[in-house]
């Protein structure tokens, strides 16, 4: 009795083999750069990231005016290529682990919620403003408002706390 083999076979052994000899090499990092030293990012983004951890009531007016300007703010986040300066200001009592955002905020939040799930969409696709909040581990979900302060310069205020 004879045994004949399949070309296919042979391809299937060789395949099964790659596959364990991959699945036992040790992890190897995948981050090509890490985004933990100020100049990386300053070349990634192309602009200056600032941070400012501070509280709502310090900052309240200027944050529901900025989400009172929501609508506007998506047409200059979708426009928006290169930057001066990103400011990220963290709203640390705001965030979800302090119970989020104070009634006043959250009033306004409620009020433009289809604008502010746009904006955070805008940002998601906006390379520049995706990679400045991301360097700085806030995600998308927690920005709140951004509020083009002067030309070239932005302020994205996130309730979040900043990294440790």
Known sequence: MAITTFPDAKWLHAIAAMAF??????????NAQS????????RIVGSEVGQEKTN???EARKVTTAI??????IAAVRKTSKLDKVDIVFLADAARTEGGPPPAIETKVKQ???DIAELREEIEANALLFNAIDS???????VLAVEFDAPGKVVIYAAA????
């Open 21 to 30: 000899v991959a699945a036992s090499v040790p992890h190897a990092t995948l």
């Open 68 to 73: 009172d300007r929501t609508r506007e703010n």
């Open 56 to 58: 709502t009531a310090a």
């Open 161 to 164: 706390k900043p990294p440790s």
């Open 112 to 114: 433009h919620q289809d």
């Open 35 to 42: 985004l933990e030293s100020p100049d990386t990012i300053n």
């Open 136 to 142: 700085r581990r806030v995600l998308t979900e927690d």
